[in-house]
């Protein structure tokens, strides 16, 4: 690979530094490369809005954004409703961007989902530049072509999901990580640190998948143990505390000025991050605190439990990505993120046999930035491989943590291809072709289950096709210099192409929004969950910009009952639940202060009966809903139906063609405690 010279590491004497070669910036590149990369972007962001005002966010967050949007104190706390009562059962980074957006150009679905997009364009374009400052414009570009047509970007940045920031974080963070490598200096070193923290403020843990390898990277590229263990351990370092900045300041505010942590049992962030979010997921009881943890570390047979259960084979269903430790190569997430495996597995030795097989011999500074960074970029696909292989994975997006490492990796097999096809041996320059050529046999594999329709998967193959013949027949003509043939001319864009049609195609699917996934489980191709029930495609119309969050009928009628009623007047909440998947529909579709016990899990002791007397004696509630269902330990149902409370209505939700989150409870029905008329309630009594 041609590795662009870096910076000159600053020397330690003072004598005058050695000549420094800039950093490679695209601004710097050729029109023609500029004008390349602009149009990639520019079909990204069309594939990404065509159904944005379509592709509603699941109900939870979508509330949340809202409440965010229309309170500081809720934003600051990452808050489920408008009064800050209850917080996510996650870090709300992710949601930030959302709740400003939507404060910006008002409640709309576009408006949630529009920072994604935002997101996608930048994590595509950090793609380029580490392409290109690690083999040239031509990597930079590919690395480019396959991020913006990786399904799983193509669906997830076009929705309001948490993936989206994490995934831009982690691929800006490995920018600046590169630049300190390139140029030895500390603060690059720093923002890449910072930007893992941001990462770690979107999903968590998950934002650690590529911390292992920047540390490994870190160590390597240092030239010195002492030097490298120095710079790594301030890169682990800052990123941990730049991660655990915000959750330490949450943790020392007093409860009382803040919202009730979801995701524990016991009010703790750390509890809910690390536990309900994080180690409990693999060990039940790791951290006690956290909803679903009895308080004790689960012993030896949760241990096993967990174990045997993420090594046992599942049926897989999209929306439930299943426990099985091959699920990165089954339906559904094989199609989502797996179409560049061969490619990137090639990159990855490619790179690194290159680079190693000359390590007896003087290597420059750009040869050592190579091998560092082809390093870098397989630790963390192996990383985020094997905890995704190792866990229960919910939903299709998890697989978002893969798709920056293959793509670059992709990009390094087609820059050393595209070296080798000038060797004056014949079986090096059939390295790119003989890549191509089995990762089309790969995609035989996954066309058989894939469903993608004719009408792209046909003209897909036959561009594949056409651009093998073209690469294969550059090849196999002697290499004369650098090449002028009008194959040769050709070879780069024909291999380029033979890498890469079929995730285009298959991204190309987003334009029938029948096709395309939603903010609770980003997808692209037919699901087996509805949509097409055969291989028809059928463009949609584009649908940029709108879109309002839906109520349906029966939640309607009870949220005219409750202001019929007094709910929302005089400052009081429009009502009091016990299910968020009642409340949220309410809250995102009206922005009304409505206040939610039980959390997520519905296990989270939000609110106890005392208060919630407090609350009704006050006039702050004066209508309460209680799910159907709702155990008489419920507190919501304990005052609703006790003494001084009356029913005011009940709806079965199935019976009313109820679609959405709120199908998650058959029904529910409306208490009135002390409404609109009535005296104030003596729960003393």
């Known amino acids: 690979m041609a590795f662009p010279a870096p910076l000159a590491r600053p020397r330690s004497r003072p004598s005058a530094p050695a000549p420094q070669a800039p950093l490679a910036r695209w601004w710097r590149e050729p029109w023609w490369a500029r004008a390349t990369l602009g149009a990639i972007v520019g079909a990204f962001v069309v594939l990404t809005c065509w159904n944005l005002s379509r592709g509603g966010d699941f109900s939870f967050y979508e509330a949340s954004a809202r409440s965010m949007s229309q309170s500081w104190r809720a934003l600051l706390f990452g808050a489920f409703d408008p009064a800050a009562t209850v917080t996510l059962d ?80 982690l691929a800006v963070a490995v920018v600046w990580w590169q630049r300190a490598v390139l140029t030895a200096r500390w603060w690059p070193l720093l923002l890449a640190a910072a930007f893992i923290g941001v990462g770690f403020q979107a999903k968590m843990m998950s934002a650690w998948f590529v911390l292992p390898a920047l540390a490994v990277g870190t160590l390597v590229a240092a030239g010195g143990l002492r030097r490298g263990l120095a710079r790594a351990g301030v890169l682990t370092g800052a990123a941990v505390a730049a991660s655990l900045a915000w959750i330490t300041v949450i943790a020392l505010v007093p409860a009382g000025s803040r919202p009730y942590v979801d995701g524990s049992t016991d009010d703790d962030v750390f509890a809910m991050v690390f536990g309900y979010n994080g180690l409990n997921r693999l060990v039940p009881g790791a951290v006690p605190g956290a909803v679903g943890s009895s308080g004790s570390s689960g012993g030896l047979s949760s241990t096993v439990s967990a174990v045997l259960h993420a090594l046992a084979p599942h049926a897989v269903t999209a929306g439930d990505a299943s426990s099985s430790i091959a699920k990165l190569l089954e339906l559904p997430l094989v199609t989502q993120i797996g179409w560049l495996y061969p490619a990137a597995i090639a990159g990855a030795a490619l790179g690194l046999w290159r680079l190693r097989a000359r390590r007896g011999r003087r290597s420059s500074p750009a040869r050592r930035h190579g091998f560092v960074t082809v390093l870098t970029l397989v630790v963390w696909l192996v990383t985020a491989a094997s905890v995704l ?76 096709a056409a651009g093998l013949v073209i690469g294969t027949s550059a090849a196999l003509r002697p290499a004369v ?33 029948a096709r395309d996934g939603s903010g609770g489980d980003a997808y692209v191709g037919v699901t087996g969950r509805g949509g097409h029930p055969d291989e028809t495609f059928t ?75 407090g609350m009704v004696r006050s006039g702050r509630a004066r209508l309460l809903a209680v799910a159907d269902g709702a155990p008489e330990s419920d507190p ?39 409404g609109a008329g009535d005296a104030p309630v003596d729960f003393s009594q």
């Open 636 to 674: 919501v149902r304990h005052v609703a139906t006790g003494d001084g409370c009356r029913e005011l209505g009940a709806w079965d939700f199935g019976s009313h063609a109820e679609g959405g989150d709120v199908g998650k409870v058959s029904g529910a029905t409306l208490y009135a405690c002390g």
């Open 90 to 169: 996650k870090l709300s980074g992710f949601a930030v961007p959302q709740a400003l957006s939507i404060r910006l150009f008002g409640m709309s679905i576009s408006a949630i989902a529009l920072p994604q997009v935002i997101e996608g364009v930048v994590t595509v374009v950090a793609c380029s530049v580490i392409g290109l400052r690690l083999a040239g414009r031509g990597a930079g570009l590919v690395a480019a072509l396959a991020a913006a047509s990786t399904p799983i970007f193509v669906s997830m940045f076009a929705h309001p999901m948490e993936d989206g920031l994490l995934t831009m974080s």
């Open 539 to 613: 463009l949609s119309a584009p649908a940029p910009w709108g879109g309002s969050p839906h109520q349906t009928p029966a939640v309607s009628q009870m949220v005219a009952l409750a202001q019929a009623h007094g709910g929302g007047d005089d400052g009081s909440a429009l009502l009091v639940t016990d299910s968020w998947a009642l409340s949220a529909q309410i809250i995102g579709a009206t922005g009304a202060d409505v206040l939610t016990d039980g959390g997520y899990s519905g296990h989270v002791p939000v609110f106890t009966v005392a208060q919630l007397e």
């Open 481 to 513: 210099g650098r090449g002028k043939s009008g194959q040769r001319r050709l070879a780069p864009a024909a291999l380029a192409a033979a890498l890469l049609c079929l995730p285009i195609a298959t991204s190309l699917q987003v334009l029938d929004d």
């Open 389 to 464: 292989s190792a866990t229960h994975v919910p939903h299709t997006a998890y697989t978002a943590a893969l798709g920056v490492p293959l793509a670059l990796l992709t990009a390094v097999a087609w820059a050393e291809g595209m070296r080798l096809l000038r060797s004056p041996r014949r079986l090096e320059r059939l390295t790119l072709p003989a890549i191509a050529l089995v990762q089309g046999a790969w995609w035989a594999v996954l066309l058989a289950e894939a469903r993608l329709p004719a009408v792209l998967s046909v003209p897909a193959l036959a561009i594949g």
